[in-house]
Structures are given as structure tokens and as C-alpha cells.
């Protein structure tokens, strides 16, 4: 440590290097892991064909185990599903967090097969104003991962942070005017060891999450190679190289992102795997996705999720920087906060008066869209050139898709933010259909 710190010193970054001491805040033991979620059990905000079920009927259905290592959270695999849809788990936890360092090791994940969608995300509460940030996210056959960030307006990211995914959106306000609504700011991973097929034959590995007032940036390890720093409880991010994401640039992130939930589910069709079914090659197993997962209850039997651990970890003052400079960063960080929640809460008022203005108005400008939209789609399909771009295309395709929506659309949409700011929180709904709206590409 102490070379590498003379090393950056040049560079000015012994400071933040000698900062960043990681201690553990809160641990998910796989005993307790359970009593430390809540269930949540309405309908999913994303319009998915799901039936999310109560701790006690997803332990008798056994969507959820514990064995001494591991954590299984499933889905039902065994019975033709009801017209409500297939049985599922969401948990969310009862703690919410501001900073920190999220670390998942994970040996399983759903995820590379027909119908799914699922997630791994943090939520705010009053969505879309305290954020969203989706660590695990894909559809259907999506080979890789799609990490994203959703906010309220104001925030964008630059491409040159270093990280070694592929921005696909920039903009992480989720009614900006220029990407499909709730697109947010988008990186999909280079590496296919990321998401789904890959990554679960390869027994999975480590998804770290490093949330400051900086930046946030997601970090992944396959199983062969998690630094021993995570192995041992002493996290040391600033030792990890290149992270696969990182979300900086015109954005004030303690503005953006607060009080968020860790949030686990796997939904089915909905606004995003739902809504590029028809061009994607599981279109040949059904005419629609929802008669797919309806009936198809061995399909899923591999839909799950297997937790090896989850960690919740918090900057503390490293004992190497002076306890005077530490007490003086926190002292500022103390009186930051204050500030900023009294100027926050006036500006959410303000805010809020705002978006319902922005609301009706968007009708127009979804009209707007759906011209551009259509000229959009055409030089999409054009591009489709060769199976590397195919991804890609297909993302903006679709995203295109979505800027077409009508009216009708357009307000569902806006019912589903509604429903989602209203404290369920959801952000799957919208992250959905932000997602979606990322989504697609997917698959």
C-alpha cells in the first residue's frame, strides 16, 4: 500500500486513496438473511406477468431456502401459472443507506432464458428523486449486464470516467427528452462472465458497488479472481483497477441518490422483456411471452438467484490521514448534509409542482418523438449490420419503439412513476421501463 500511495501521490490522489477505508455496516448472514427483507407483495410496478408472494407462501411454494452457506430465492417451476402470472419473490430491505459499499457474492443468478427479467438494484424512495441504481439487470437471452442509473433532472455522465463498459445513455433523467423515457444513464459490460449463461457456469463471482458524494461505480470479479482484500472483510476499492462501470460527470450525486433500499426480484415479460419479445429470437418458442411463461413452468427451473453473501460496508477515516484532517472532512460532510436536506426538501416542492406541469406537456412531446422515432427505426434497421452491432441495434430499435408509444402509453407510464413514487416503489416499474427502454437490446 504505502508504494502505491507514493506512486499516485504525484497524481494528487494519495488523498482520497488514504480515505477510502472501508468498515463493514451491515452484514446479511445467510441465517438472518431473510428477516432483514420485506416482501413485497402488489403488483409489480413493471407490468410484469408476476405473482409476487408473502415470506410464508414463497417458503411452503419453496421459492426461498436457506442451507448453512447459501441463500436460494426462486421462482415457481413446477405448475402452469394463474392468470395473476408466475409466482416470484421481491424483497427489499428494511434498511436504506446513503454511501457505501455494496458488496454481493453471488454463485447464481436467473437469468439467459426466454421471459425473465431479472434485478439487483438500489431504490429510493419519492422515485424518481432519490434515485435508482441497477447493478444486475437484463431480458430474455441478454448476454451481459446492463447497469444503469435513473434520477430526477440534472444529472449526466461522462464517457471518459474510466470504466471498461460501453455508455449506451448518458443522460440519467428518466423523462430526458432525447432518449426512449426512463432510458437513464446506461453501461453495458464488456464481458459476457457478467450476466446470466456465463456468468452462472462459471460459478458466478462478486458484483461491488462503491456509492460516494463522487461517483458510483460498479466493480465485478469473476470467481477466479476476487481480491483477497473482499475475501478477508478489508475492502479496498482503490486497489481494484478499472471498474466496469463508473456514473460521474454533470451530476451532484448526494443530490440524486439517498435513502436507498437494496432490492432483489425476478419479474417476467412486463415493459421490457414483454415488450421485445416479437424481435427476439424467443419469439419462436411463443407468440407472446406471457403464453410462454404461463406455461412453460420447467423453463425456469434454473430462474434463481444463490447468495453466498452480502455486505454493506462504510467510509470511516483511515488511520493512516491525520485524525485532524479526518475530523475536518467529516465536520464538512456533517454541515453539507444539513444544508443541502433543507434546500432539498424546498426544491422537491418545487420540483414536484414542475413535473406535473412537464407531465401534461409531454404529450406533445411524445408526439414529437414518435416523428423522430420513425426515422430513428429506419436508420436502426440499417445499421444492422453484423452481430457485434446486433446488441446495440437492437437497443436503440427498441428504444425507438418505446418513444413511439402513444399518448395512452405515454400516460401508463407516467401512472406507473406515480405508483412507484407513491411509496411502492417500484423501481422496477419504471426502472422498467426505463429499462426497458434499455432494454432492449438485450436479448
Not at 441504481?133 to 444529472?155: K, R
Not at 444513464?185 to 463522487?214: H, L, M, P, Q, R
Amino acid at each position: 500500500m504505502r508504494t502505491t500511495r507514493t506512486l499516485l501521490s504525484a497524481l494528487g490522489l494519495s488523498a482520497q486513496l488514504a480515505a477510502a477505508t472501508y468498515t463493514l455496516e451491515e452484514d446479511y448472514p445467510v441465517s438472518t438473511f431473510f428477516d432483514k427483507f420485506t416482501f413485497y407483495t402488489e403488483t409489480d410496478p413493471t407490468h410484469g406477468f408476476v405473482d409476487y408472494v408473502s415470506r410464508s407462501a414463497a417458503k411452503s411454494d419453496k421459492l426461498i431456502s436457506t442451507s448453512s452457506d447459501s441463500v436460494y430465492i426462486g421462482v415457481d417451476h413446477t405448475n402452469v401459472a394463474s392468470s395473476s402470472g408466475r409466482k416470484s419473490v421481491r424483497l427489499s430491505s428494511n434498511s436504506k443507506y446513503t454511501h457505501g459499499l455494496f458488496i454481493l457474492d453471488l454463485a447464481h443468478m436467473p437469468g439467459g432464458m426466454c421471459g425473465t427479467w431479472p434485478a439487483f438494484w438500489l431504490l429510493g424512495s419519492d422515485w424518481p428523486n432519490n434515485g435508482e441504481i441497477d447493478i444486475i439487470e437484463g431480458v430474455n437471452l441478454q448476454s451481459t449486464n446492463q447497469m444503469a442509473l435513473h434520477t430526477s433532472e440534472g444529472c449526466t455522465i461522462n464517457k471518459g470516467t474510466g470504466f471498461s463498459g460501453t455508455l449506451t445513455t448518458d443522460n440519467c433523467y428518466v423523462y430526458a427528452s432525447d432518449q426512449s423515457s426512463n432510458a437513464g444513464c446506461s453501461i453495458t459490460a464488456g464481458s459476457d462472465k457478467t450476466y446470466g449463461t456465463d456468468f452462472n457456469s462459471d460459478g458466478g463471482g462478486v458484483y461491488a458497488t462503491e456509492w460516494t458524494s463522487e461517483a458510483i461505480s460498479i466493480y465485478f470479479f469473476a470467481r477466479g479472481s476476487i481480491p483477497s482484500d473482499i475475501s478477508s472483510g478489508s475492502p479496498k476499492p482503490a486497489t481494484w483497477g478499472t471498474p466496469i462501470a463508473k456514473y460521474k460527470g454533470s451530476c451532484d450525486i448526494d443530490d440524486h441518490f439517498k435513502g436507498m433500499q437494496i432490492i432483489f426480484d425476478t419479474t417476467f415479460c412486463g415493459d421490457w422483456a414483454g415488450d421485445v419479445w416479437s424481435s427476439s429470437t424467443c419469439a419462436s418458442k411463443a407468440s407472446t411471452c406471457t403464453d410462454y411463461v404461463q406455461n412453460n413452468p420447467s423453463a425456469f427451473k434454473d430462474a434463481y438467484w444463490t447468495v453466498n453473501s452480502l455486505k454493506v460496508y462504510k467510509s470511516g477515516s483511515s488511520s493512516s490521514s491525520s485524525s485532524s484532517s479526518s475530523d475536518a472532512t467529516k465536520a464538512s460532510t456533517t454541515s453539507k448534509k444539513e444544508t443541502s436536506t433543507t434546500t432539498k426538501k424546498d426544491a422537491k416542492k418545487t420540483t414536484s409542482t414542475t413535473k406535473k406541469d412537464a407531465k401534461e406537456t409531454t404529450t406533445t412531446k411524445e408526439k414529437a418523438k414518435e416523428t423522430a422515432s420513425s426515422t430513428k427505426k429506419g436508420s436502426a434497421s440499417a445499421t444492422d449490420k453484423d452481430k457485434g452491432k446486433d446488441k446495440d441495434v437492437t437497443k436503440t430499435a427498441t428504444k425507438t419503439v418505446y418513444s413511439t408509444a402513444t399518448a395512452t402509453e405515454t400516460k401508463t407510464s407516467w401512472e406507473k412513476t406515480q405508483w412507484k413514487r407513491s411509496g411502492h416503489g417500484h423501481h422496477h416499474h419504471h426502472h422498467h421501463h426505463h429499462h426497458r427502454a434499455h432494454g432492449h437490446g438485450h436479448e
